[in-house]
């Protein structure tokens, strides 16, 4: 499928379901061209995440463990494709409610794909838990708890990221955490001071979506946002983890900019909170984190919630 052939409504009509929360209830595929429309479009929105998610595990040297890689409520499959772009050779297993995307998605992956939930070393889960009640959750837990490595990707709303939360909770005593979190104790958005907040992040878009009409146009019709993809995400493995400096940091959301100083939220096993860098203190980290070009893996000294230092970690 091209630009030209996208089913605009069927965006609309899948839009729709998903903003309403009422996508979990029945299956909403109807033909293959929801899922090419999709897949075109929401898809590669929801890949450019996967991205940024598989650029952090690289800079870490992080590797996937062997074996194959269920990528469960595969829809389209882009969770799956987009993993062998940066760890190829994997066979992936795909599974979804929808008979119709698991086709799809099979068909997407070629040779290496065939359709089942049996247990696997890597467990994908990609946009999914904001349509599953919480009775289906358990069977979902013992699927992750099976795994060695579980990569999960959610939209960047407070939603879907209290919801992944929720997981970590479940899934940390059998499970390292290996990203966002910097440590493995309960997360500190639990804290009743963070009970307005979630954890999140900004992946970038590619350039050219800026320039191109085509997604101008979906951008319209999906009421999306192209400069910003929030991304709520989780890394898990069973296996031992390279220990992270005392003093990292993991940076949550954005920046908030004040007169010669601006707040933003720091994570590390001590809690999640709010703290302060000031210009005068550290004008070039101050300019950084004005131009983004500031990583969300930082080491920093602090006297009291007062930045003295930072610098990134990777
Ligand atoms: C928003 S789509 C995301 C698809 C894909 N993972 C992605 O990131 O593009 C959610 C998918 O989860 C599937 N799904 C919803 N509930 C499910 C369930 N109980 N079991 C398996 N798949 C489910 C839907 O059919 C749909 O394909």
């Not at 954005?254 to 909170?273: E, I, N, S, Y």
Request: proline letters at 6%.
């Amino acid at each position: 499928m091209n630009w030209d052939e996208i089913d605009w409504s069927a965006l609309e009509r899948l839009r729709a379901g998903f903003i309403a929360g009422s996508a979990g209830v029945t299956d909403y595929w109807r033909r293959e061209s929801d899922l090419a429309s999709y897949d075109l479009t929401f898809a590669q929105r929801i890949g450019w995440k996967w991205d940024y998610v598989f650029r952090e595990l690289q800079q870490r040297d992080w590797q996937p463990p062997a074996g194959t890689i269920l990528d469960w409520g595969c829809g389209s499959g882009i969770a799956g494709r987009a993993f062998l772009q940066y760890f190829p050779g994997h066979a992936v297993q795909l599974w979804d409610r929808s008979t119709l995307a698991m086709r799809f998605a099979v068909s997407r992956l070629g040779g290496n794909a065939t359709t089942g939930q049996q247990p696997c070393p890597m467990l994908l889960l990609s946009h999914v838990l904001t349509e599953l009640s919480d009775a289906q959750v358990p069977a979902l837990l013992e699927l992750c708890r099976a795994a060695t490595t579980i990569l999960w990707v959610e939209p960047g709303t407070f939603t879907a990221s209290r919801r992944l939360i929720a997981m970590r909770e479940q899934l940390r005593d059998s499970h390292q955490v290996v990203a966002p979190c910097v440590h493995r104790q309960a997360c500190g958005m639990l804290a009743e001071a963070n009970a307005r907040h979630w954890c999140h992040f900004f992946a970038p878009s590619p350039p050219e979506v800026f320039t191109d009409g085509n997604w101008a146009r979906f951008a319209k019709a999906a009421g999306v946002d192209l400069r910003s993809l929030p991304v709520s995400y989780l890394v898990l493995d069973s296996r031992p983890q390279p220990e992270l400096p005392a003093s990292a940091v993991r940076v949550i959301g954005p920046a908030r900019f004040r007169k010669g100083h601006l707040l933003v939220t720091g994570c590390d096993a001590t809690g999640a909170q709010e703290c302060r860098l000031t210009k005068r203190v550290l004008p070039e980290q101050f300019n950084r984190f004005r131009k983004g070009q500031t990583g969300t893996l930082q080491i920093w000294q602090r006297t009291g919630d007062e930045i003295i230092e930072s610098q990134p970690a990777q």
